[in-house]
């Protein structure tokens, strides 16, 4: 078995709507000084272990992540 943890963020450049929100809910608690606030989504995806990482990496590009706006990095947290 295997535990893949794939963290996806919005590409540079492109407006990250929860990321601001929170960025101003913050400003509005008293928090000052955040220059930037993204918000991203982490995935953890156990598989068995004839899964290849090129195989979670297209399951990323295909339907885990938007390749249009969305970048990810894919992580091997365990082998068995």
């Known amino acids: 078995m295997k535990r893949y943890e794939i963290f996806v963020t919005g590409k540079e450049g492109i407006f990250d709507p929860a990321g601001e929100q929170s960025k101003r809910a913050l400003a509005n608690l008293g928090y000052q000084g955040i220059d930037e606030l993204t918000i991203g989504k982490l995935i953890r995806l156990d598989v068995e272990d ?17 390749p249009v706006i969305e970048d990810f990095s894919i992580t091997l947290l365990e082998e068995a």
């Open 50 to 66: 004839d899964v290849t990482e090129e195989t979670v990496r297209e399951m990323c590009r295909k339907l885990l992540a938007n």
